[in-house]
């Protein structure tokens, strides 16, 4: 008979290691307690959490140039005449 694979969440994880120091891991058991949850359930949500959080920095910030050298002279209330397209 063929045996059936069964799909557990650990199917699509990847086991990896980390290093904390006792008081946060302390504080993840006794937040996991609370919970009642595993602790490695509170570091994965918090790992998602972070990852969530970030933001690759743009990567064409600043490439153009505009043709104007007063631009950071230029106060936010004053209105900038827009450059004649000739």
Do not use: F, Q
């Amino acid at each position: 008979m063929p045996k059936m694979n069964k799909l557990c969440h650990n199917d699509a994880m990847i086991r990896t290691t980390i290093m904390a120091d006792e008081e946060t891991l302390a504080r993840l058991r006794a937040l996991a307690i609370e919970r009642g949850i595993s602790l490695a359930a509170v570091i994965r949500e918090a790992l998602a959490e972070k990852a969530t959080e970030y933001r690759p920095k743009p990567l064409s910030l600043g490439i153009g140039a505009s043709g104007r050298s007063d631009i950071s002279e230029t106060e936010a209330t004053e209105r900038v005449p827009p450059r004649s397209w000739r």
